[in-house]
């Protein structure tokens, strides 16, 4: 099993989902755990709570990752809570789907702000507590870059940017001993896919016709890989883009 005891964790966005997941997987290889969330605060209360009950270590921090003084807040409650970090997990962001001729401004801004400008302030941030020894930062991308989905151009857009994101800051940080990679979901089972009704439409069915292992992923498939890639296991990955899709491409 993956050993991350003593290793700090900054979840994004971990109020449910992939992020959820993330937080508990990171957990359960032996990681403290910062469950950062904009707006569900019972959620990512519960989600620490649940991870203190169980032996762990772990809080939740309140944070709007688009705003720069709530990052800055967000690092500064993990010092003062944990001293030191070794792992965010750019995670947080916003699903909205829209179709060309309906694209507004506030759409693209909303997305861009939350998605890019998110995991840029958050990556900004961390390197001063990071340990001589490094870490890694994982930033959560989307399948939505190489197999297009018709009203998902900002959406697309915005992944296909924080694929180039790890690609620089991968170069940019390697003196720091920062790893920095892409994790790719392809179609995942969330509350928020149930919630726009992928869960049980004929879309979904079409999508895991089209996925060689037969079905949607779980968020628990996703975080399994985010833990590997926080892991020494994952020690000569960087600037590299996994996709996490079973086998769609």
């Known amino acids: 099993m993956t050993n991350l005891t003593g290793k700090v964790a900054v979840v994004t966005g971990a109020a449910r989902g992939i992020g959820a997941a993330i937080a508990r997987a990171l957990a359960a290889a032996g990681a403290t755990v ?28 309140q944070g709007d990752v688009s705003k720069p003084d709530d990052v800055r807040t967000l690092f500064a409650e993990t010092r003062e809570a944990f001293g030191a970090i ?21 759409h693209f801004r909303n997305l861009f702000d939350t998605n890019v400008l998110g995991a840029i302030l958050t990556t900004k941030e961390a390197p001063p507590l990071f340990r001589p020894s490094g870490g890694s930062v994982i930033n959560i991308g989307s399948l939505s870059t190489t197999s297009p989905t018709p ?35 392809g179609p995942v089972e969330t509350d928020g896919t149930r919630a726009v009704g992928l869960v049980g439409s004929e879309l979904q069915k079409q999508l895991a016709a089209r996925t060689p292992l037969g079905r949607l992923g779980l968020p628990e498939d996703i975080a ?23 086998g769609l491409h």
Do not use: C, M
């Not at 950062?36 to 762990?56: C, F, L, P």
């Not at 890639?229 to 960087?238: C, E, I, K, V």
């Open 224 to 246: 399994k890989v985010a833990v590997f890639l926080a892991s020494d296991q994952a020690g000569w990955l960087t600037g590299v883009r996994i996709p996490a899709a079973g």
């Open 86 to 106: 070794d792992h965010p997990i750019n995670n947080a962001g916003v699903g909205e789907f829209s179709p060309l001729e309906a694209v507004t401004v506030d």
């Open 151 to 185: 009203g998902s151009a900002v959406y697309a857009a915005t992944k296909g940017a924080i694929d180039a994101l790890s690609s620089v800051l991968a170069v940019e940080l390697s003196d720091r001993r920062i790893r920095v990679n892409t994790l790719a979901p």
């Open 34 to 61: 910062v469950a950062n969330y904009a707006g569900r605060k019972e959620a990512a209360k519960q989600i620490a709570e649940s991870i203190v009950a169980e032996g762990g270590r772990a809080i939740a921090v």
